[in-house]
């Protein structure tokens, strides 16, 4: 059974760092596709930040430069750095798998970002 456990999540203030961590059980980590999502009230989930088995990434235009994903697989751990925080990045972040024709969601944690 898959599971995806995050944590980091919290209340700054703009301007501010957090780091959110995913940690994954029950499969190959080093073989998923490792993403960050979001979703705001009123809002579809987004695609925030992806990470290839390879170690490519790729991010949403409103993160870039601000944001960094990265992963270890020895802890089977996918991490997001998110600096420079703003209120427009208020949401539930969730983390998601992908593997072999498989999507697994963690339970999300909320990031507030206060003006």
């Known amino acids: 059974q898959v599971q995806l456990v995050e944590s980091g999540g919290g209340l700054v203030q703009a301007g501010e760092s957090l780091r959110l961590s995913c940690a994954a059980s029950?499969?190959?980590?080093?073989?998923?596709?490792m993403g960050w999502y979001r979703q705001a009230p009123g809002n579809q989930r987004e695609l925030v930040a992806v990470i290839s088995v390879g170690g490519r990434t790729n991010y949403i235009d409103s993160v870039k430069g601000r944001f960094t994903i990265s992963r270890d697989n020895a802890k089977s751990t996918v991490y997001l750095q998110m600096n420079s925080l703003k209120p427009e990045d208020t949401a539930v972040y969730y983390c998601?798998?992908?593997?072999?024709?498989?999507?697994?969601w963690g339970q999300g944690t909320q990031v507030t970002v206060s003006s």
């Open positions: 998601q798998a992908r593997a072999m024709g498989n999507v697994y």
């Open positions: 029950g499969t190959f980590f080093s073989n998923n596709i």
